[in-house]
């Protein structure tokens, strides 16, 4: 563990999903003062009073004291702000937020969701700093399954952020034995890495689903990085952010990991499941589905090439077969595998 002394000492994790039980505990253990907030009254009761989330993470029990709630008035203010919502929300707890004193007194905002806004385009980090702009804005992200860092397995993450020295400050809260992170300035390279890994994780998951095998798993991770790459670069990420841990690290975790829910909805689609009926069937949401809308259109919108997403998409939004889909990536005219 770092020695360095963290000059941010508490923190606020709005929403209450696998990864923010995750991190609200890990930052407890780190010593940090922590405060708990979920949507549903229920569940944060459930939560506080067997400090175990049963509904999203059973393998973890939180500390005693990390304090639970489900109302955002009952919330002191803290150094920091963790928004680890679905992307979708984002928008709404930041603007709940506003004009508090939970905004007023905060020292940094930090998204740890993942995706693109529809329509606007916009990264989570630019929707908090529209919604909070008197806040500094940081991101976590990288290859970081929520059960494997409840179990203490080795990972790593990374904290973008503009400002170095607060990098530095918001680094040593996340470094514990089995947690290590490394910063970057970054923000742009590490968001759109993260964000645009969810759809190619579904498309893992049906070429799984499709027994097509492990030539065409590798063929189609790695032609994805491609994309990742021209989608990024072209939104100003730099090219050494996306062969990193928010790049091909988290690329790579989401494909082939059996923790990944974008990877089960891909895998069930293959398998000759209706996405209505997989959304149904789960309690957790798979940020790939809805930021394939989101990031097919912002593609278009910088008029990048992405034959894969463009499958993907009509896979989910236009009832395309999978199996049509591989068949139509492999009739492609022949190009080189630099271009």
């Known amino acids: 563990m770092s020695d360095a002394p963290s000059e941010l000492t508490s923190a606020?994790?709005?929403?209450?999903?696998?990864?923010?039980?995750?991190?609200?505990?890990?930052?407890?253990?780190?010593?940090?003062d922590v405060q708990f907030w979920g949507r549903s009254g229920d569940l944060m009761a459930d939560i506080a009073a067997t400090r175990i989330n049963s509904r999203y993470l059973p393998g973890l029990t939180l500390q005693e004291s990390v304090h639970c709630t489900s109302d955002l008035n009952s919330l002191s203010p803290a150094d920091m702000l963790l928004f680890?919502?679905?992307?979708?929300?984002?928008?709404?707890?930041?603007?709940?937020?506003?004009?508090?004193?939970l905004s007023s007194k905060a020292r940094v905002q930090i998204s740890c969701a993942k995706g693109v806004e529809l329509n606007t385009g916009l990264r989570m980090s630019q929707i908090l700093s529209q919604e909070l702009p008197a806040i500094p804005v940081a991101v976590l992200t990288g290859p970081n399954h929520a059960e494997e860092a409840a179990a203490r397995l080795a990972t790593?993450?990374?904290?973008?952020?503009?400002?170095?020295?607060?990098?530095?400050?918001?680094?040593?809260?996340?470094?514990?034995?089995?947690?290590?992170?490394?910063?970057?300035?970054?923000?742009?390279?590490?968001?759109?890495?993260?964000?645009?890994?969810?759809?190619?994780?579904?498309?893992a998951g049906i070429c799984h689903g499709l027994k097509?095998?492990?030539?065409?798993?590798?063929?189609?991770?790695?032609?994805?990085?491609?994309?990742?790459?021209?989608?990024?670069l072209a939104q100003g990420g730099r090219p050494e952010t996306f062969y990193g841990l928010s790049g091909v690290g988290d690329l790579m975790a989401t494909c082939y990991s059996e923790h990944s829910r974008n990877h089960r909805v891909g895998l069930a689609l293959g398998r000759g499941e209706k996405l209505a009926d997989i959304i149904a069937?789960?309690?957790?949401?798979?940020?790939?589905?809805?930021?394939?809308?989101?990031?097919?259109?912002?593609?278009?919108?910088?008029?990048?090439?992405?034959?894969?997403?463009?499958?993907?998409?009509?896979?989910?939004?236009?009832?395309?077969?999978?199996?049509a889909a591989m068949r139509d990536l492999l009739s492609r005219d022949p190009r080189a595998e630099s271009d």
């Open 156 to 203: 790593a993450a990374v904290v973008a952020c503009a400002d170095e020295m607060l990098a530095r400050r918001i680094q040593a809260c996340f470094t514990l034995p089995w947690f290590r992170t490394y910063t970057t300035l970054d923000i742009v390279g590490a968001e759109w890495g993260g964000a645009m890994k969810n759809p190619y994780a579904i498309a």
């Open 212 to 232: 097509l095998g492990d030539n065409a798993s590798a063929a189609l991770v790695t032609r994805a990085l491609a994309e990742i790459l021209r989608v990024g």
């Open 12 to 32: 606020i994790v709005l929403g209450a999903g696998s990864w923010g039980t995750a991190l609200a505990s890990m930052l407890a253990e780190r010593g940090l």
């Open 281 to 323: 069937g789960t309690n957790m949401v798979a940020e790939g589905v809805p930021n394939t809308a989101s990031l097919h259109q912002a593609a278009r919108a910088c008029n990048v090439r992405t034959p894969l997403l463009d499958e993907i998409y009509a896979i989910l939004y236009e009832e395309k077969s999978p199996k």
């Open 84 to 101: 680890t919502v679905p992307s979708k929300g984002i928008r709404e707890i930041a603007h709940r937020l506003g004009g508090t004193q």
